[in-house]
Antibody, heavy 116, light 107 residues
Framework: QVNLLQSGAALVKPGASVKLSCKASGYTFTDYYIHWVKQSHGKSLEWIGYINPNSGYTNYNEKFKSKATLTVDKSTNTAYMELSRLTSEDSATYYC?????????WGQGVMVTVSS | DVVLTQSPATLSVTPGERISLSCRASESVDTYLHWYQQKPNESPRLLIKYASQSISGIPSRFSGSGSGTDFTLSINGVELEDLSIYYCQQGNSLPYTFGAGTKLELK
């Protein structure tokens, strides 16, 4: 079955960067885009962008273009999102998700806390 | 960006009743409108895709309708396990956007 396993919670200092991982299994990794979604505590969901694992092509929400960098490692079926120059506004839960015409699958989410 | 307005923000329900949640788009999204359920500390779960298409494993009491700018998620016979937050999301144009959510609570 399809599974997206995300890395554990992260506590990072303001101004630092963090790289989140999302390991896919149960399907052909290169057949589906991986999307990333942000959810601040108690708030709604924001689409950050997607990456085509086959080509590496990315498409970002303008709001996150200078914040997030999406990459993949096809050898390990893993997608990554690096968040840079972190501030308190970046404290949130981040999800990787696979969307397709047949439905969607979501990782369990990873909580990022930005604090000194 | 397409703005999705969900109403009401909170809905108090009684088990067994039929309810409808609304999602309005600031411009047409055709039928590229999906509904999610999210319970506390869980990932969103897809309930309805492309406005009205059912998802395998989702109870039949959930249904969706609409096209263009007006959409509805209906629950025919609310159960206690349905108390959660519901989001609509459009996949018609980038950036993809979500509504602010409707919270179902017990009356």
């Amino acid at each position: 079955q399809v599974n997206l396993l995300q890395s554990g919670a992260a506590l990072v200092k303001p101004g630092a960067s963090v790289k989140l991982s999302c390991k896919a299994s149960g399907y052909t990794f290169t057949d589906y885009y991986i999307h990333w979604v942000k959810q601040s505590h108690g708030k709604s969901l924001e689409w950050i962008g997607y990456i085509n694992p086959n080509s590496g092509y990315t498409n970002y929400n303008e709001k996150f273009k200078s914040k997030a960098t999406l990459t993949v490692d096809k050898s390990t079926n893993t997608a990554y999102m690096e968040l840079s120059r972190l501030t308190s506004e970046d404290s949130a839960t981040y999800y990787c998700t696979r969307w397709a015409t047949t439905g969607s699958y979501w990782g369990q989410g990873v909580m990022v806390t930005v604090s000194s | 960006d397409v703005v999705l307005t969900q109403s009401p923000a909170t809905l108090s329900v009684t088990p067994g009743e039929r309810i409808s949640l609304s999602c309005r788009a600031s411009e047409s999204v055709d039928t590229y409108l999906h509904w999610y359920q999210q319970k506390p500390n869980e990932s969103p779960r897809l309930l309805i895709k492309y406005a009205s298409q059912s998802i395998s494993g989702i109870p039949s009491r959930f249904s969706g309708s609409g096209s263009g700018t007006d959409f509805t998620l209906s629950i025919n016979g609310v159960e206690l396990e349905d108390l959660s937050i519901y989001y609509c999301q459009q996949g018609n144009s980038l950036p993809y956007t979500f509504g602010a959510g409707t919270k179902l609570e017990l009356k």
